[in-house]
């Protein structure tokens, strides 16, 4: 018997009007429920500078040239108000598919992995909470997992500025040197399959990692880190909202 041809790839036609040199399939998970937010209509929908607040990253990887299509992780329950409020009112260059969302965020991340399309070898993990992420963020992302195949990803992170405290109940325990600490933000870039591996791993293993990249450490991948702005916050509380606002008309009027 001869070597098996391969199987070819379900979604090659996904990704043939790809625009030239893309290769990475965004996931833009926004299907939480907005506990801390507070907001019967969720964060994710609340009015941003007169558009639902999800609309913004997804339009800032809409026009990000290494981004061939986008995959929306929702609630099932919302998909028609993402497709309605959301995607029918902006005009989107890049194809957009929706995944159901999960009851974790990693559970979140995991469907809309598997929405993607297999011949597009990266992709880059964002929170819809995050909506003042700009397209060089995205850009400097990928071409850092571009240029070194060493890396299993990189990802958008602050330099800490506070002095950071070790506490137990309420003692400190030590202070360690700030220097090592980043604050971890998406988007989060890594090689598709690398991901995926992580992903299986975590499942089987019942871990729950507060990021992509954590899971992806934990089997020994090397993720870099690019550093961001303090701008790309991720809107949590209500008070968020009035931050980014004001960011958000700075950027508009410059
Ligand atoms: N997310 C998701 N699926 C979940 C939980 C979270 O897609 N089951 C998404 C959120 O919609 C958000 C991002 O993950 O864009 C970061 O999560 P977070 O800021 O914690 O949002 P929520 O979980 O919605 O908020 P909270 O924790 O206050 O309930
Ligand atoms: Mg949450």
Redesign the pocket.
């Known amino acids: 018997m001869g070597t098996p041809s391969p199987v070819p790839c379900p979604c090659a036609s996904l990704v043939r009007d790809a625009p030239d040199g893309a290769d990475v399939c965004a996931i833009?998970?926004?299907?939480?429920?907005?506990?801390?937010?507070?907001d019967p209509r969720?964060?994710?929908f609340v009015d941003l500078c007169g558009l639902p607040l999800?609309s913004w990253s997804i339009m800032a990887f809409d026009r990000a040239p290494s981004v061939a299509r986008i995959v929306v992780?929702?609630?099932p329950d919302r998909a028609a108000q993402v497709e309605k409020d959301v995607l029918s009112e902006l005009s989107l260059a890049k194809p957009v598919t929706l995944a159901p969302?999960?009851?974790?965020?990693?559970?979140?991340?995991r469907s809309?992995l598997d929405a993607t399309p297999c011949d597009l070898p990266l992709v880059a993990v964002?929170?819809?909470?995050?909506p003042l992420i700009e397209v060089g963020q995205i850009e400097e992302c990928v071409s850092a997992v571009r240029v070194d195949e060493s890396l299993a990803g990189a990802i958008l992170a602050a330099r800490s500025v506070d002095t950071l405290k070790l506490v137990e109940g309420n003692t400190i325990v030590a202070t360690p040197d700030r220097s090592f600490y980043w604050a971890a933000q998406?988007p989060q870039v890594f090689r598709r399959r690398v991901l995926l591996a992580a992903h299986k791993a975590a499942a089987h293993e019942d871990y729950q990692g507060t990021d992509d990249a954590s899971l992806v450490e934990r089997l020994g991948g090397k993720v870099r880190v690019v550093e961001s702005t303090r701008d790309n916050i991720?809107?949590?509380l209500p008070e968020d909202l009035a931050l980014a606002e004001a960011a958000l008309e700075r950027r508009l009027l410059t």
Not at 28 to 38: K, L, P, T
Not at 101 to 109: C, E, I, L
């Open positions: 833009v998970v926004a299907g939480g429920s907005g506990e801390r937010f507070g969720g964060k994710q999800m992780v929702c609630a969302s999960g009851a974790t965020r990693q559970d979140s991340v809309g964002h929170d819809a909470a995050r998406t991720k809107i949590t």
